[in-house]
């Protein structure tokens, strides 16, 4: 008798294969992120740049919501949220020896943040400032949009 059928062939992986594979690479995207973790640690900018930028925004959209004026004040020890009610973050304290500098539009330098206001007026505009972190480890600028708060390049 003559099969019709040819024999399938056995070119699959078995469940065994298969778990090894995904154990690997579970272990190696966990290393990459361990290793991605470490690198945002070393950076002492990274967390005051991100507490001013989502201040930012949110000084802009409670503005338009509230319809009234929202104001970031520099002060000594960093930056507040002054007019807001709700919301996360109403004041940030930067690092012991970081200094916050600004520069305003039309201004003739870095000036000391300490003692300036930056207003969100209700119709969503801010004035377009530089922000400048500094420390012994160096420093990072910030340049924001005045309609979204968001930092620009």
């Known amino acids: 008798m003559k099969r019709t059928h040819p024999r399938p062939s056995r070119a699959a992986?078995?469940?065994?294969?298969?778990?090894?594979?995904m154990s690997i690479m579970l272990l190696v995207i966990g290393l990459g992120f361990g290793?991605?973790?470490?690198?945002?640690?070393?950076?002492?900018?990274?967390?005051?740049?991100?507490?001013?930028?989502e201040m930012s925004r949110f000084a802009i959209s409670a503005a338009v919501l509230q319809h009234r004026t929202m104001t970031i004040a520099f002060d000594k020890e960093g930056f507040r949220l002054l007019g807001a009610t709700g919301g996360k973050g109403q004041a940030f304290q930067v690092p012991?020896?970081?200094?916050?500098?600004?520069?305003?539009?039309?201004?003739?330098g870095w000036e000391k943040a300490e003692g300036h206001f930056w207003p969100?007026?209700?119709?969503?505009?801010?004035?377009?400032?530089?922000?400048?972190f500094e420390s012994t480890q160096g420093?990072?600028?910030l340049a924001f949009h005045p309609l979204t708060g968001n930092t620009v390049e």
């Open 35 to 53: 290793s991605f973790s470490l690198l945002e640690d070393n950076d002492p900018f990274q967390k005051p740049a991100q507490e001013l930028t």
């Open 13 to 21: 992986f078995t469940l065994l294969e298969l778990i090894v594979v």
């Open 96 to 108: 012991k020896g970081m200094k916050v500098l600004i520069q305003r539009l039309g201004g003739k």
């Open 139 to 141: 420093s990072r600028e």
């Open 120 to 132: 969100f007026g209700e119709q969503g505009i801010c004035e377009p400032i530089r922000i400048r």
